[in-house]
C-alpha cells in the first residue's frame, strides 16, 4: 500500500509541474491526494488506474479555478449592486456603472453609456482606462452600432471594428473590438452600454455574462434614477407652467443668501405680477387663463440670464432671483422683461388681442434685508407701490437692514 501511495504522489507530482501550478496549491493538491489513498479501502495495482487517480486530483485545480472564478463573479456582482443602488442620483448611477464595466472587463480601453428614450440616444457617461471621464469618443451614428443595439435591444459583439458592416467607413484608427449592450427594463430599451478593447478579438462566454448581467442592474438603477428625478422634478415644479415652484424658489433663496455670504456679493429679488391678467381670468375662464399663464411666463423666462432663477409664486405672480447683481443690472433684465411683455401675440376667443404688461418690486441683498423673508417681503412691498401707483414699472425698494415695518420701504 505504502509503495502504491508513492506512486501515486510521483505521478501527481509530474502532473502538478506540468500543469505550472503555484507551490502552495501543489503543496495543498498532493495532500488531499494522501487523504485520498490513505482512506481507500480497496485498490487496483493496475497503473492505469494510478494514473486516472492522480489525473483526476489535477483535474481538480480546473474545478477549484472555475469556482473560484464564479464566486469572484458573485463578489463582484454584489459590490455592483450595493454601487448602483447607494445613489438615486442618475449621473452617480451611469458614473458607477462605467467605472464597475471597466472593473469586471480585463484590458478594456473605455465605456460609454448612452440613454435612449423616444427613439434618441443621448450621452449619458463616459470613462477610459486612463480614468479620464465623460470625453466623448464618437457620437452615435444613425446606421451603427449603438443605434442598432437600442432599436433591436440586442447584444452585438463586433470582433474587428475595420471589419465589420456596422462599421463601414469609420477613421483608420478605430481598431479592435467592441461589445454593445442594451440596458433594458420590462424589455423596453432605456440605454446602449459600449465597451471597447483595443485588440482584436471577441469577448468571452463568461465576460459576456457578466456584462448581461451588470445591464440588467444598471437597467434598474436607471429607471430608478429617472423615476426619482421625475418626483424631484414634480416637487420642486409648478404643475401648470413647469416652472419651480415656492418650495423650490425657498431653497434656492436660501443658497443664494449663503452664496452671498461667503463671496461678499450682492443679489436682487424681484416680484412681478401681470397687469390686466384678474380681467381675462373673469372674462374668459380658468382654462384660456391658464394657457395665458403659461404662454407668458415661459417667454418671461427666456429673458432671464441661465445663472438667474425664475419660479411661479403663486397666482399670476412671479418671483426672480438675479444672482451677483445689483440695482442697475437688475434694471436691465427686467426692462428686457417689460419689452418682451410687448411681444406676446395671443388671440383671445373674442378675437381680441391679449394686452398684458407686467409691474414689479425689486430688493437687494444685503441692502434691503438679510433674510429670504424680508428680502420677499421688501420686493413684495415694491411691487404693491408699483402696482397701486406706476402700472407697468419696476420699482426699488430702499429700507433698512432687518425686519422691515410699513415705513422702511419707499420706491423710486
Not at 423666462?301 to 425664475?310: E, G, I, N, Q, S
Not at 430688493?363 to 407701490?385: E, G, I, K, N
Not at 429700507?399 to 415695518?405: A, R, S, Y
Amino acid at each position: 500500500m505504502k509503495e502504491q501511495v508513492l506512486q501515486i504522489l510521483a505521478e501527481a507530482r509530474k502532473r502538478l509541474d506540468a500543469a505550472n501550478v503555484s507551490h502552495s496549491e501543489r503543496d495543498i493538491l498532493l495532500k488531499l491526494i494522501g487523504v485520498l489513498v490513505d482512506s481507500m479501502q480497496h485498490f487496483t495495482h493496475n497503473s492505469e488506474d494510478l494514473n486516472s487517480l492522480a489525473q483526476a486530483v489535477v483535474d481538480q485545480r480546473a474545478l477549484l479555478a472555475l469556482l473560484k472564478q464564479q464566486a469572484d463573479e458573485l463578489d463582484a456582482l454584489k459590490k455592483l449592486s450595493i454601487n448602483l443602488t447607494s445613489s438615486l442620483d442618475l449621473p452617480d448611477v451611469l458614473d458607477a456603472l462605467s467605472s464597475e464595466a471597466l472593473r469586471l472587463i480585463p484590458n478594456a480601453q473605455d465605456v460609454h453609456i448612452f440613454l435612449y428614450a423616444d427613439g434618441k440616444l443621448s450621452f449619458g457617461a463616459a470613462l477610459d482606462f486612463d480614468g479620464n471621464k465623460n470625453t466623448v469618443w464618437s457620437k452615435p451614428r444613425p446606421n451603427g452600432l449603438t443605434y442598432t443595439v437600442a432599436r433591436s435591444g440586442e447584444m452585438i459583439i463586433v470582433e474587428d471594428m475595420q471589419n465589420h458592416p456596422l462599421f463601414v467607413n469609420v477613421p483608420s484608427n478605430w481598431r479592435g473590438s467592441i461589445i454593445g449592450i442594451p440596458l433594458k427594463t420590462d424589455d423596453t430599451v432605456v440605454g446602449v452600454m459600449n465597451l471597447a478593447r483595443s485588440q482584436v478579438g471577441g469577448f468571452s462566454s463568461s465576460e459576456q455574462r457578466l456584462l448581461s448581467l451588470l445591464a440588467d442592474q444598471a437597467a434598474v438603477a436607471i429607471a430608478n434614477a429617472r423615476l426619482h428625478q421625475m418626483v424631484s422634478r414634480q416637487a420642486y415644479s409648478d404643475m401648470l407652467t413647469g416652472l419651480p415652484n415656492r418650495r423650490a424658489l425657498d431653497e434656492r433663496l436660501d443658497e443664494e443668501i449663503q452664496s452671498a455670504r461667503r463671496g461678499n456679493y450682492s443679489f436682487a429679488v424681484v416680484m412681478m405680477d401681470l397687469d390686466g391678467f384678474k380681467a381675462v381670468n373673469d372674462t374668459y375662464g380658468h382654462i384660456i387663463g391658464d394657457e395665458v399663464l403659461r404662454l407668458v411666463f415661459n417667454q418671461m423666462a427666456r429673458r432671464v440670464r441661465t445663472t438667474d432663477f425664475l419660479a411661479r409664486y403663486g397666482g399670476d405672480e412671479l418671483t426672480l432671483i438675479l444672482s451677483q447683481s445689483d440695482i442697475a443690472s437688475a434694471k436691465v433684465v427686467t426692462s428686457k422683461i417689460s419689452e418682451e411683455m410687448q411681444r406676446i401675440k395671443y388671440t383671445l376667443p373674442d378675437k381680441k388681442r391679449l394686452n398684458l404688461s407686467v409691474s414689479g418690486g425689486i430688493a437687494l441683498y444685503p441692502v434691503h434685508a438679510r433674510t429670504a423673508s424680508d428680502l420677499l417681503r421688501a420686493a413684495d412691498a415694491a411691487l404693491y407701490q408699483a402696482k397701486k401707483h406706476h402700472r407697468g414699472t419696476f420699482q426699488i425698494a430702499r429700507g433698512v437692514t432687518g425686519p422691515l415695518t410699513s415705513h422702511s420701504i419707499i420706491v423710486e
